[in-house]
């Protein structure tokens, strides 16, 4: 029976301490990486998008990265996400974008 005790102790030290690190790890605050900032996606209807897309307003982009998915997916007027990613330095920052997937 001391022996089973002993074993509860242990594992109740070892969570204990587990919890600790964990809630150590949470509370320290990390340096604010470009890659982990949150951008707001702004959502669009299928209608809207497809007026600013004729109007010449934004590029639409087929966001599979499968090119065999991307040719099935493909909407009227779209790039594939390869053609998107070989054209990106022509790209001005204020470009409307709109990424799809099906």
């Known amino acids: 029976m001391p022996e089973k005790k002993g074993h509860n102790t242990l594992f109740l030290l070892s969570m204990s301490i587990g919890i600790l690190f964990i809630h150590a790890c949470a509370t320290i ?11 707001e996606v702004a959502r669009i209807s ?4 497809h007026r600013e897309v004729e109007s010449g307003g934004a590029l639409l982009v087929c966001a599979y990265k499968d090119e065999a998915t991307c040719c ?8 594939s996400l390869k053609v998107f990613e070989s054209r990106l330095p022509e790209f001005t920052k204020d470009q409307s974008i709109i990424f799809y997937c099906g």
């Open 29 to 39: 605050e990390q340096p604010v990486q470009p890659w982990n900032k949150i951008l």
């Open 46 to 49: 299928p209608h809207d998008a």
């Open 72 to 79: 099935k997916m493909l909407l009227q007027g779209a790039i």
